[in-house]
């Protein structure tokens, strides 16, 4: 276990800045700490600093890393050793911003929970249905539901949503089976026996 390197405080920004501060910020403190500018017997200790802001830059100029960052610095400790933990930890943040709307939040945090527990139904499926509420990751939500079935073909809740994904993708064929899968186990659900109608109706004619 450690205790994350805050890299806000590394260039000396706020939480809040935004790309424009840091690059600025970062352009400063390279000028002034560059390894160059200093004697050889400061330049080793220059040149690891040097790279700690450079790795600061880095990862606040990137959505994703930042967002991971944020993370860690609200839980103060990461764990090295067990990715499941962090995937769920992942997972909470996740469906804490998914719960409040913030689409694009929620499937940052998803995604780096996939990336830490891959193969988690779970996990596959909230990533997939906060990327069908983001512009242009419907790919990417077809994928993580598809993945979602393959952990878990039986799953009633993840077959419904499927239903959802494949209909929004116009993969009517596949939608229409996951929905009669799905009401295998509720065959009374309204919401159900509507996805069914509208994959029946939208499904091409057989050849």
């Not at 409040?100 to 945090?109: C, F």
């Amino acid at each position: 276990m450690r205790e994350p390197v805050d890299y806000y405080a590394v260039l000396g920004v706020a939480r809040n800045s935004g790309e424009t501060e840091i690059r600025a910020r970062f352009r400063e403190l390279a000028r002034e700490r560059h390894p160059d500018r200093f004697p050889e017997g400061l330049k080793a200790k220059a040149e690891k600093e040097f790279q700690e802001l450079t790795q600061a830059y880095n990862i606040l100029m990137n959505p994703e890393r930042r967002s991971a960052h944020d993370f860690d610095l609200e839980n103060r400790v990461v764990s090295e050793t067990d990715p499941r933990a962090i995937a769920q930890a992942y997972l909470v943040k996740g469906n804490e911003a998914y719960r409040d709307r913030r689409w694009e939040a929620a499937l940052r945090n998803f995604e780096m929970a996939a990336n830490n527990d891959p193969e988690s139904a779970v996990v596959q499926h909230h990533l997939a249905m906060a990327a069908l509420r983001v512009s242009n990751r419907l790919r990417l939500a077809t994928t993580a539901i598809e993945k979602a079935l393959r952990f878990e073909p039986r799953n009633p809740e993840i077959l419904r949503d499927a239903g959802a994904v494949f209909r929004q993708a116009g993969l009517w064929t596949r939608a229409e089976k996951c929905y009669l899968e799905a009401m295998r186990w509720t065959p009374d659900s309204p919401e159900l026996r509507k996805g069914l109608e509208d994959a029946r109706a939208h499904r091409p004619p057989a050849s």
